[in-house]
């Protein structure tokens, strides 16, 4: 079969479809990047990780318009990685929203720890503090509500 007819046929186009939609459901970040992202955090902690979900933090991307995503005004505070990735990335982050590690710090280091089964206290932040959450939610944000910390923090990812 020469490259043209491959192309056509019904098999080739449900893999190249079904290959789209698994990277649009599991972002994660390149492999040099210490960022991973939420989706590599789900199987171990799936009640952090469903609570999240359900929260304005994880969904905050769709809250904002494209000619807004552009520019890199916005995106530093509604996008998750470092500074450089995120004015790299521009419009289309690879880790969209306020994920686990905008708060923890990047994760590559605990999650391949954890995975090989010996997971070290300190290869994460355990407890987010609050310049965590200050260096967002701070009076540089257009939308800017007064902070704090005690009451807010533990409705991040409430767990029952
Ligand atoms: C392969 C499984 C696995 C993956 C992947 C994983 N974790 Fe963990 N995580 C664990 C285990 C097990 C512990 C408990 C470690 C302990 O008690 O020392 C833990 C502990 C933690 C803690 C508490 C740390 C502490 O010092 O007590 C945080 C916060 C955390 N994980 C966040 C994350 C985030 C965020 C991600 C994704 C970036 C992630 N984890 C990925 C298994 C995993
Ligand atoms: C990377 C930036 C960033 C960080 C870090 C951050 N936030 Fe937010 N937060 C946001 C944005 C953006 C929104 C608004 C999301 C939206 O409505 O689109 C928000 C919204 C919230 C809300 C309202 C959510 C809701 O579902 O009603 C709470 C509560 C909150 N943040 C608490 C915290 C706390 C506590 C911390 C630190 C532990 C924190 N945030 C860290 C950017 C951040
Ligand atoms: C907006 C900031 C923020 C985001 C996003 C966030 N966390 Fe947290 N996380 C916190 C804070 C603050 C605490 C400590 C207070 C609490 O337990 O609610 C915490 C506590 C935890 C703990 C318990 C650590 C311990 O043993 O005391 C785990 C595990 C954890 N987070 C995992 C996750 C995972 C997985 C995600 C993503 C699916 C996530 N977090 C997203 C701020 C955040
Ligand atoms: C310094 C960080 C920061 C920057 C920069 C930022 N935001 Fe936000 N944004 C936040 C935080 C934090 C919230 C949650 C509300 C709050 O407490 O400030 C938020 C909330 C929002 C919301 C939800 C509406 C609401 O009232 O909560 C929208 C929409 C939004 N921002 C759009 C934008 C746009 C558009 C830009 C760029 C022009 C932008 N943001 C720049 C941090 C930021």
Redesign the pocket.
């Known amino acids: 079969m020469n490259r043209t007819r491959v192309l056509a046929t019904p098999a080739f186009i449900i893999l190249a479809l079904a290959t789209t939609a698994v990277v649009q459901e599991t972002p994660t970040s390149p492999p040099e990047s210490a960022y991973v992202g939420a989706a590599a955090c789900k199987d171990c902690h799936p009640k952090y990780y469903d609570a999240w979900s359900e ?3 994880a ?2 991307i769709t ?1 904002l318009s494209a000619e807004d995503r552009e520019g890199g005004q916005c995106m530093p ?2 996008a ?1 990685g470092t500074p450089q990735q995120i004015a790299a990335e521009s419009a289309n982050p690879t880790l969209p929203g ?1 994920q686990c590690e ?2 923890h710090g990047p994760g590559r280091a605990h999650s391949e720890a954890a995975t090989a089964g010996a997971p070290k206290p300190g290869d994460i932040v355990k407890t ?1 503090p609050e310049k ?2 200050t ?3 701070n009076q540089n944000s257009p939308h800017f509500r007064p902070f704090f ?1 005690v009451a ?2 533990p ?2 990812h409430k767990v029952k």
């Open positions: 929260t304005k933090h969904r905050s809250h505070c509604h998750t306020i905008a708060c987010p965590a959450c260096r967002c939610h910390y807010l923090s409705l991040v």
